[in-house]
């Protein structure tokens, strides 16, 4: 069974963490967040939210303007080689493979990282056969794909790791059973007893492996905590999704929706989706099938409201805050 490290001091502790870049842009804004070990955090957000700017932080790639990091207690930015030592990150971009095996570039990770050369190779192999890469292991770096090369700088990282495990978006260009495979690992990560942050895109797989998150918009956590209270009141709705024969339908749908919704409808090209309470699922389910069978909707699904939909309505199209509308934010979802 899985050891529950929930309740233990976090392992990393950000604090008011405020990041400006020159020229004034404003990448973090005042972050705080707490991992403790044994657990896996997401860091959700747009492109350009801050997510990498806050990991960069962490191992003293860049500098705070204002605001604390400490790793164990102790002060990352004060020593940043200290951070380096505790922390194992796999980074956005991919890692330079040319001339090297996955396997040669795994066991070399571990044997940096202080493993003896029989547990290097124990290692590597372990990693390789949990993630299905054997047809690969031993192919040269510039003939493989950029899957498999994603999948291989997450061995290299997790050959040793740290108690600190950082990853930025480890999923990218990965099929979707190595994928499944690469959770695995993920999970396996936390119940050694790191604590492993990671950055990702993919919000409903982050809904599925993830204990607690947080969702950067602008810079700013805009909502923190376990999916399950993120989705809050949500959690016991659902949402009635319907595909009409075009726009002007679908907008019209929207506009004077046939059942009663608990949050305003929204159509997107031919598409509506409206969120219900569960006692109106009977209504719904009636009125589509109606519609379907008159031929005037195409298809039509109901499901519970998932994370997902959360985000989007947190951070809505990603673009300035200002330009959006007001329903983006929930301040009340804030930790
Ligand atoms: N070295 C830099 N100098 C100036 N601005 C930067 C620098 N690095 C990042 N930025 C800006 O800081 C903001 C946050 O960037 P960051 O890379 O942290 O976002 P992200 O959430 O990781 O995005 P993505 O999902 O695309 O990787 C963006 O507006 C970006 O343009």
């Known amino acids: 069974m899985r050891k529950d490290h929930h309740e233990g001091p976090p392992l990393l502790e950000v604090e008011q963490l405020t990041k400006d870049y020159r020229r004034g842009v404003r990448a973090n804004d005042d972050i705080s967040l707490r991992v403790p070990a044994g657990q896996v955090f997401g860091l959700l957000g747009h492109n350009g939210a801050g997510k990498t700017t806050l990991l960069n932080q962490v191992i003293g790639l860049a500098r705070p303007t204002r605001g604390s990091i400490r790793i164990d207690g102790a002060d990352a930015v004060a020593d940043p080689a200290m951070a380096r030592r505790v922390c194992s990150m796999q980074p956005q971009a991919q890692a330079p493979l040319d001339g ?52 291989t700088a997450f061995c290299m990282m997790a050959a040793e790791p740290g108690r600190l495990v950082m990853l930025d ?16 690992q993920i999970r396996a990560l936390a119940d050694l007893g790191c604590a492993v942050v990671l950055v990702t895109h993919n919000v409903v797989e982050a809904e599925r492996a993830v204990e607690r998150l947080a969702v950067l918009d602008q810079g700013r956590v805009v909502a923190q905590g376990t999916p399950a209270e993120l989705r809050g009141d949500d959690g016991d709705r659902l949402r009635l999704e319907v595909v009409a024969p075009d726009a002007a339908a679908a907008e019209a749908l929207a506009s004077a929706p046939a059942v009663p919704a608990s949050a305003p409808a929204v159509a997107s090209g031919r598409r509506m989706v409206l969120t219900i309470d ?22 039509f699904s109901v499901t519970p409201v998932s994370l997902e939909d959360v985000y989007i309505r947190l951070v809505g199209s990603g673009r300035p805050r200002d330009e959006q509308t007001e329903e983006n934010g929930d301040a009340s979802l804030v930790a």
């Open 100 to 151: 090297v095996t996955p396997r040669q570039a795994i066991e070399l990770m571990a044997r940096i990282r202080g493993a003896r050369r029989q547990q290097a190779r124990h290692r590597a192999a372990e990693l390789i056969d949990a993630l299905d890469l054997g047809s690969w292991a031993d192919t040269l770096g510039d003939r493989l794909s950029g899957g498999v090369r994603r999948l």
């Open 169 to 184: 978006e480890p999923t990218n260009d990965v099929d979707p059973v190595r994928r499944r495979l690469l959770w695995g």
């Open 278 to 299: 569960a006692v109106h699922a009977a209504d719904a389910l009636r009125w589509a099938q109606n519609e379907r069978t008159a031929g005037r909707i195409e298809e």
